[in-house]
């Protein structure tokens, strides 16, 4: 069973997420925030995290080179799980997913449930 931190600022799709992360044996922590989802990384250290980047407060990029500044996270996976379209990032992808340390990016969108779990469960497997 893996531990999850999701950043949804929607909670109903926070909630459809987290029952189906347990559905699939992991536990979820669903943050509306950046600053929630750092303060629940350090109360228990993530297996993952799930990222969206259109935030109220701090975008998901804020929040990502926050995260990644502390040593003992910069190993865990992230998955960015965005309505940002990754073609935003066309031009600067490579050194975004370098710097951010990203495993996967996932357009909202174009995402099934099943998908979303699928990259979890691939991110988690030992390389």
Known sequence: MAHLIMIEPDRVLAETYREACVRA????VPCASAQAAILAADQKTPDAVIVELQL???????????????????????????????????????????QAGISRY??????????????????????
């Open 25 to 28: 044996g992991h536990s979820l």
């Open 56 to 98: 109220i407060q701090h975008s998901g990029i804020e929040f990502l080179y926050e995260f990644r500044s502390y040593p003992e996270w910069q190993h865990i996976p992230v998955i960015i799980h965005s309505v940002v379209s990754p073609a935003e990032f066309a031009d600067n992808w490579e050194l975004f997913k370098q």
């Open 106 to 127: 996932l357009y909202k969108p174009h995402t099934t449930l099943k998908e979303l779990l699928a990259t979890v469960d691939g991110v988690l497997q030992p390389a």
